[in-house]
């Protein structure tokens, strides 16, 4: 069983993407409910969560992206406007906290986004 995240890509400062995350083959084997990324050189950080109290996001986002779920498909969105270079990082979905194999979080494949100045 797997993550998969999607819709990366390459955009221009200013622009727009939509991420799109499912796990596989089993649709409803995570509780899949945030985003995160990890730009080179940095830690991975979390950008989104749906949360039992509502959606948060981390300051350097708020008000450019939006968090949003299919419960019926068990998968997350994550649209994002207004993209930045700081934007930059690979992107991954996963639990709330991430979940754990083998005592190691695990990550499944995530998906680059570049935005260019």
């Known amino acids: 069983v797997q993550l998969q995240a999607s819709g990366g890509g390459l955009v221009q400062a200013g622009g727009s993407l939509r991420l799109s995350c499912t796990a596989f083959p089993n649709i409803f084997s995570f509780n899949i409910r945030a985003w995160y990324r990890q730009a080179p050189g940095k830690q991975r950080e979390l950008v989104a969560q749906i949360g039992n109290d509502g959606y948060k996001y981390a300051d350097s986002v708020k008000g450019r992206f939006t968090i949003d779920r299919d419960i019926t498909k068990n998968m997350i969105f994550l649209r994002m406007n207004n993209l930045k270079p700081e934007d930059t990082a690979v992107y991954y979905c996963?639990?709330?906290?991430?979940?754990?194999?083998?005592?190691?979080?695990?990550w499944g494949e995530g998906t680059q986004v570049t935005v260019s100045s």
């Open positions: 996963n639990e709330d906290p991430p979940r754990v194999r083998s005592g190691i979080a695990y």
